[in-house]
């Protein structure tokens, strides 16, 4: 009997593979078990630091909201602020360390006559200087050697002329560092002349009072004079020396209560009393009156020239005093030209000019003269300054204190050599009173 043994085939192995049982196969085990649990430590700081980044983004987000909310609410001030400044009435010139322009206002612009995008820049010394000539007291108050605080003071325009302002000067301070300094100014070149004005007024009133009883008391003598001198002469023959210069006598009495006259209307205080007044007849009396006066002091190289606009034939005004503005304007033109010349008269409608409302109707009186000196011309308007030998300097200031009357002004050029134009303005009123009295001429 044959026994069959029975062989099991061998199970097929991994090449290499080592047996579970063996070391290496429990050192992959304990591998393959800690890179599980790294993935897994992975996984949650990746879950930890996705919700940290959640976290970050929304206080990234909550603090761009509240920079947002910041810049806007630093906007707004800053516009808030800039609206303040450009409101102001006083001028504001910002200024650094070096010297440098770098902020003014609108007021500031207007009163230095230099746009902002031209004074931003440059150098205050540039756009503000000093009329005495000095240093920059900007640059001296930061650099120490002049205290803070208020002054008077005259400065120079870029574009030429001066201006009075009153500066207050202020260091921009960060802590104890300066930053640059503020410099914050009114005009007072108005101001100024109106104290003058005032203090003129005061000066004029008190002479009026006294030029009032000086012309009463000379008055009534002088018509003693001139009778008695009219009478005189006519005991003497034409061809008579003593006769001729008796009759003399009146020419100088009138000269004489002509300027009485004009003390008097110019110390006593006059109301404007409007009627209505032929314009064109009463520049053609004066002319003529003009003429005669010309005629008596052997001036007839003289040569008058009236020129008419399209005023209306009649306008409401004071006859009186307008007549004696007129004269005055007529008799300072043909004493400038002593060596011949021509008088223009023209008349017309001017416009407005700024600051005024309605038409002005404008008398012009123009002379081929010398023209007037600069020092005269300063002070033209004020009484008893005058540029002629002998003159009392009455005339303007009256021309002045009847066109003041009128609500008007007295404007004038003059060109030295060539001559000087008086332009007389007043509104343009309607006439007033009944058509036969406004028809009337002016009495002589």
């Known amino acids: 009997m044959v026994t069959r043994t029975l062989v099991r085939p061998e199970e097929p192995s991994l090449a290499g593979a080592p047996r579970p049982d063996t070391p290496r196969a429990a050192e992959l085990t304990a591998m393959f078990g800690r890179f599980i649990e790294s993935t897994q430590k992975l996984e949650q700081a990746y879950h930890s630091l996705r919700d940290r980044a959640a976290r970050i ?46 902020r003014v206002n609108r007021a500031a612009e207007e009163m230095l006559h230099v746009p902002s995008r031209l004074a931003v820049g440059a150098r205050y010394g540039d756009i503000v200087r000093e009329a005495d000539g000095s240093a920059s007291l900007v640059v001296d108050t930061m650099r120490g050697r002049r205290p803070c605080g208020l002054l008077r003071r ?25 930053l640059g300094c503020l410099d914050i100014f009114r005009d007072l070149t108005e101001i100024e002349a109106l104290e003058a004005k005032l203090r003129n007024a005061d000066r004029l009133a008190t002479l009026g009072q006294m030029a009032a009883c000086v012309a009463h008391e000379v008055r009534n003598p002088l018509n003693a004079i001139e009778g008695f001198a009219s009478l005189l002469a006519r005991d003497f023959a034409e061809d008579d020396l003593h006769g001729r210069y008796a009759r003399n006598f009146p020419a100088a009495v009138k000269s004489l209560e002509r300027t009485v006259s004009g003390l008097l209307i110019f110390a006593r205080p006059r109301q404007l009393s409007l009627e209505s007044v032929c314009l064109r007849e009463m520049v053609d009396d004066l002319v003529e009156i003009t003429r005669q006066d010309l005629a008596q002091r052997r001036a007839e190289d003289v040569r008058i020239e009236v020129e008419y606009g399209h005023e209306p034939n009649l306008i409401g005004a004071d ?50 003269g010398e023209g007037i000196p600069p020092e005269v011309g300063a002070k033209l308007f004020q009484p008893f300054v005058s540029s002629k030998a002998g003159g009392v300097g009455l005339g303007l200031a009256i021309v002045q204190k009847v066109a003041e009357l009128h609500r008007g002004e007295v404007l004038w050029n003059s060109t030295p050599g060539e001559g000087t134009t008086f332009t007389l303005r007043i509104p343009l009123r309607q006439p007033t009173g009944d058509t036969a009295s406004a028809q009337k001429t002016p009495n002589r």
């Open 319 to 368: 006859g009186d005093q307008l007549r004696r503005a007129i004269l005055n304007l007529m008799r300072n033109a043909c004493e400038a030209m002593p060596r011949g010349g021509r008088l223009g008269v023209r008349t017309r409608i001017g416009p407005p000019r700024p600051g005024q409302a309605g038409n002005h109707v404008e008398i012009q009186v123009s002379d081929t």
């Open 154 to 178: 005259e400065i120079l325009l870029p574009g030429g002329g001066r201006r009075s302002i009153e500066s207050s000067l202020t260091l921009i301070r960060d802590g104890g560092t300066v």
């Open 57 to 102: 983004d929304q206080e990234l987000a909550g603090a761009n909201e509240q920079l947002r909310a910041k810049v806007a609410e630093l906007n707004q001030l800053n516009d808030y602020l800039n609206r303040i400044l450009e409101s102001m009435q006083s001028g504001v010139v910002a200024v650094d360390r070096q010297g440098v322009v770098t």
